[in-house]
């Protein structure tokens, strides 16, 4: 069937990079309303981390890593267009049935290790569209999923950042690193989160532009859908939702103290974005 399915797929995937909580399920969700998309979520990190038994989804990917060879195995079934079989990663399971005569459609691989960026534009022909949202509302939602601490301790220097903190600064260090990638790569772009609530029509038909990809025939009534619902979204991971009131959650929830340690740890990081004392109300 796997090799049946990659006869179905045009050449040069599209990989939605992101960092886990920063919106890449909402975004990919809205650019998969696309005919033109077959649509993947997490094809490499839901197998590697729940059938292969991997310690975390966020870590630098390299040829001495102990998980490398399983890594990039799933890595390179889902850039073949091979169906995973892990539940929830196929969006469409119509858009992988062998000898379908439809029009040859584009892979677009939604995954959340922005660590992996360099191993993904050395070893594929991609579009990578590089997500970026703000440290504050990614610590706030990692927090109330109950991974923050747990996720802190990826920091191994010697530190006395306290835990939201020491997410500052893994998210600036992980990000900062896929951003000089996506930079150095021709075929990329950088998003920000932020940019694409406040304007979705516009933002989100830029993004179709780049890629190649007509914007949906019933764009406005997928833009009502996923960005101007009114849906309880306290489970964290509904796709249809009020996205300007979900982006700005953060600077009612954190604290002050909160919000200094996490900059303090962040504004240690090369990251270029979200710099700028206002991006923290400060």
């Excluded at 975004?27 to 197998?47: D, H, M, N």
């Excluded at 590697?48 to 390179?76: C, I, Q």
């Excluded at 191993?119 to 999923?145: G, I, K, N, Q």
Aim: net charge positive; proline share 5%.
């Amino acid at each position: 069937m796997g090799k049946a399915a990659n006869k179905h797929f045009s050449s040069s995937p599209i990989l939605l990079l992101s960092y886990p909580r920063s919106g890449s399920s909402w975004a990919g969700k809205i650019l998969a309303t696309s005919s033109q998309l077959a649509y993947v979520r997490e094809p490499v990190t839901q197998p590697y981390l729940k059938r292969y038994s991997g310690e975390r989804p966020v870590f630098m990917l390299n040829d001495s890593h102990a998980d490398a060879a399983v890594y990039t195995r799933l890595a390179n079934e889902a850039f073949s267009g091979v169906p995973s079989l892990h539940k929830g990663v196929v969006d469409n399971k119509r858009d992988f049935l062998p000898y379908s005569k439809t029009k040859p459609k584009k892979l677009l691989i939604k995954e959340v290790n922005p660590g992996a960026a360099r191993f993904y534009c050395t070893h594929y022909d991609l579009s990578l569209l590089l997500l970026l949202r703000h440290p504050a509302a990614v610590a706030l939602s990692f927090y109330e999923m109950g991974w923050l601490n747990k996720h802190g301790k990826l920091l191994k220097e010697d530190t006395q950042l306290d835990e939201w903190g020491r997410f500052g600064k893994l998210y600036g260090m992980f990000m900062a690193d896929a951003v000089e990638v996506a930079s150095r790569y021709q075929q990329s772009k950088i998003i920000r989160y932020e940019q694409l609530v406040n304007a979705p029509e516009q933002e989100f038909s830029d993004i179709f532009k780049h890629c190649n990809i007509d914007t949906p025939d019933y764009f406005d009534s997928v833009i009502e859908k996923y960005c101007h619902a009114k849906n309880d979204v306290s489970s964290g991971y509904q796709t249809q939702r009020d996205s300007k009131l979900t982006s700005e959650k953060w600077k009612n929830k954190l604290n002050a103290e909160q919000l200094a340690s996490l900059r303090k740890g962040f504004l240690e990081s090369k990251l270029e974005f979200y710099q700028d004392p206002s991006d923290w109300m400060v």
